[in-house]
């Protein structure tokens, strides 16, 4: 079945730094990729959706300027939390689907904490 | 507004009895997809099962089959023959023609030896 890689798994980076994650379809083309956030037994929280070659769409209360993404290729899109702190210490997940009303499928999703 | 709703936070079954998950939806769209995930303790989100809003056949795959029932609006899963290695979070999911995707606040599911 489709696989959608995401890197790294876990990353602890000090207050300030910035933090990229990756997220690939490893055989699809991935027209559409979301970032998620969960917090500690919650439901997932989408972050934003990034269509290939376009400005990703943020909801509703995500920063855009702290929360960096980019859907340059059909297989990559990447999410760089800038100058991060404490409160942005959570469970970060991808998904990754190749067009409309077809499954997505997750990332292994990526533990940042924030020292 | 789409919506996901799971009134079962958490959710008992005896190893090898079947238990059923609940989910209904809300939405206006005539064109849609459901889908349940499986999360373990260990975090990553995995696919079980997807049904199309126009599928007329519950959707089946190894022990998990998806009760679908559009008219009630309800999308439950129904998992046979538990296994401990079963227990984890369950959510239900729904996936719109605008391309994105609302969960419900899962179900904790509980596998007893």
């Known amino acids: 079945g489709a696989v959608v890689s995401q890197h790294p798994s876990r990353v602890i980076c000090k207050s300030g730094t910035s933090v990229k994650i990756e997220c690939r379809s490893l055989d699809f083309q991935a027209t559409t990729m979301f970032w998620y956030r969960q917090f500690p037994k919650q439901s997932l929280m989408l972050m934003a959706t990034?269509?290939?070659?376009?400005?990703?769409?943020?909801e509703q209360g995500v920063e855009k300027d702290k929360f960096l993404i980019n859907h340059a290729s059909l297989t990559l899109s990447t999410l760089t939390v800038t100058s991060a702190h404490p409160e942005d210490s959570s469970f970060y997940i991808c998904?990754?689907?190749?067009?409309?009303?077809?499954?997505?499928?997750f990332g292994q999703g990526t533990r940042l904490t924030v020292v | 507004a789409q919506k996901i709703t799971q009134t079962q936070p958490g959710m008992f079954v005896q190893e090898k009895e079947a238990v059923t998950l609940d989910c209904t939806y809300d939405?206006?769209?005539?064109?849609?997809?459901l889908f349940w995930y499986k999360q373990p303790s260990s975090g990553e989100m995995i696919f079980l099962i997807y049904?199309?809003?126009?599928?007329?056949q519950n959707a089946t795959e190894g022990r998990y089959s998806l009760n679908f029932q559009k008219a009630r609006k309800s999308a439950n899963l129904v998992i046979s023959a538990s296994q401990l290695g079963d227990s984890a979070m369950y959510f239900c999911?729904?996936?719109?023609?605008?391309?994105?995707?609302?969960f419900g606040d899962g179900t904790t599911l509980t596998v007893k030896p």
């Open positions: 999911a729904m996936l719109f023609n605008a391309g994105k995707s609302t």
């Open positions: 049904q199309g809003s126009y599928d007329e």
């Open positions: 939405t206006s769209d005539q064109s849609y997809g």
């Open positions: 998904s990754a689907r190749g067009g409309v009303n077809t499954e997505a499928f």
């Open positions: 990034s269509n290939e070659g376009s400005k990703a769409t943020y």
